[in-house]
Structure formats: structure tokens, C-alpha cells
């Protein structure tokens, strides 16, 4: 099975401050096709996740450009430029090329300091 | 607009069994995969099961094999998880996911879950 392993774990973040999610996988991520299947997910408290980039740099609908995914092989980042309020919950990865089964990181949780 | 609506969670005894169902509207259902995650209080994603857009192929992770069971039913735009043999480390929310990778909408719904307690 595929390992992700996610750092920091926990991040305090300062209003309008960039934040970084590091995402690393146990084996590269690039499928047959030559895409790479590397998603990241944002959980509010009490919410269910939701999408917000797919194939390691594509925006979903409704996210804001502030959030960006990059990295390659078996390495991954989660960026925001300027984190905002909304911003606070538990961001997650997930690898979508060696399934069974899909698996995620541990979780970041942000918070505002 | 694309809904996923589980239900059917509950307080269950140890060993015994659950069906949950996730009720799908806004897409074509019998054209997604669908997938079950489940989130253990104050824990991170894990995923459950998978099952092909027609119903032919199943996958399960180690941990539920041989006690989960998937299934869909696409005339009522339907997908259900039985549950069987349960135990105190299935307590979670269950989340109901969609999956059509062609068209890069890889679980990009989710329902708003259902949570199981196992206890007695």
C-alpha cells in the first residue's frame, strides 16, 4: 500500500501569513497515463471534505486562487498565499494512481494563532 | 446540482450488522464509480470500499474485508454499504464518495456522512 505522509502535522498560522503542507508519497505517483493522481482535501470542523485541487495543481471550481498544488514523482505541496479566516480546519492528500487502496495522509490541521 | 445523501447509521452491538445507504442525485450515477470513507472520532480519512459504475467489480480495504459488502442499485441511483461483524473500530462517519477519473471528478462530492456507533 501506498504511504503518505503529510508535514507538518499541526500549523499555526498568522492571518494574511502563507502557509506550506508538505504531502510525500511512499512510491512515485505517476500512472500508466502520465498523469500523477495526487489530491488535496479541505475538512472544516463538523463539515465533510472537500476537493480542492486535483492532479497534483488543478483548482476545483469555487476555490480561491490563493490555494495552489505543486510538486512531481513522489513529492507534493499545498500553498496559500494569504491565509484567511475560512481557511482554518484539516487539509489532507490523497493518492489516486496505486489503488486498492486509496489512501490519505494523516492530516494538517491549520488554526489561526 | 450533485447531492450525495447518506443514511441508515446508527448505535449497533458488537457483532452485529448495519446497511447504509447513500442516495445520489444531479449526475448520472451509473456512469461513477462510488466509494465509502469513513472518519473515526477526531481521526483522519480512511478509505472503505469501491465499486464500478456498473456494479461488476468491488474493492475493499483489509481491515472490512470479508464483513463489508458493496452494492449499488442504479435504477434508484443508490449505493449501500452492509455492514456485518461489526466492532468498536468501525465507529466512525461514514462518507459516501463519487469517482469518474476520466472526466477529473475523482472524489469531488462527498455526502455530508452518517455516523455508526459500535458498542454495547
Known amino acids: 500500500d501506498i504511504v503518505m505522509t503529510q508535514s507538518p502535522l499541526s500549523l499555526p498560522v498568522t492571518l494574511g501569513q502563507p502557509a506550506s503542507i508538505s504531502c510525500r508519497s511512499s512510491?512515485?505517483?505517476?500512472?500508466?497515463?502520465?498523469?500523477?493522481?495526487l489530491n488535496w482535501f479541505h475538512q472544516r470542523p463538523g463539515q465533510s471534505p472537500r476537493r480542492l485541487i486535483y492532479k497534483v495543481s488543478n483548482r476545483d471550481s469555487g476555490v480561491p486562487d490563493r490555494f495552489s498544488g505543486s510538486g512531481s514523482g513522489t513529492d507534493f505541496t499545498l500553498k496559500i498565499s494569504r491565509v484567511e479566516a475560512e481557511d482554518v480546519g484539516v487539509y489532507y492528500c490523497?493518492?489516486?494512481?496505486?489503488?486498492?487502496?486509496?489512501?490519505f495522509g494523516q492530516g494538517t490541521k491549520l488554526e489561526i494563532k | 446540482e450533485v447531492q450525495l445523501v447518506e443514511s441508515g447509521g446508527g448505535l449497533v452491538q458488537p457483532g452485529g450488522s448495519l446497511r447504509l445507504s447513500c442516495a445520489a442525485s444531479?449526475?448520472?450515477?451509473?456512469?461513477?464509480?462510488m466509494h465509502w470513507v469513513r472518519q473515526a472520532p477526531g481521526k483522519g480519512l480512511v478509505w472503505v470500499s469501491r465499486i464500478n459504475n456498473d456494479g461488476s467489480r468491488t474493492s475493499y480495504a483489509d481491515s472490512v474485508k470479508g464483513r463489508f459488502t458493496i452494492s449499488r442499485d442504479n435504477a434508484k441511483n443508490t449505493l449501500y454499504l452492509e455492514m456485518n461483524s461489526l466492532r468498536a473500530e468501525d465507529t466512525a462517519v461514514y462518507y459516501c464518495?463519487?469517482?469518474?477519473?476520466?472526466?477529473?471528478?475523482?472524489?469531488?462530492?462527498w455526502g455530508q456522512g452518517t455516523l455508526v456507533i459500535v458498542s454495547s
Open positions: 512510491q512515485s505517483l505517476v500512472y500508466s497515463d502520465g498523469n500523477t493522481y
Open positions: 490523497m493518492q489516486g494512481t496505486h489503488w486498492p487502496p486509496w489512501t
Open positions: 464518495a463519487r469517482d469518474h477519473s476520466g472526466n477529473d471528478e475523482e472524489f469531488d462530492y
Open positions: 444531479g449526475f448520472t450515477f451509473s456512469s461513477y464509480w
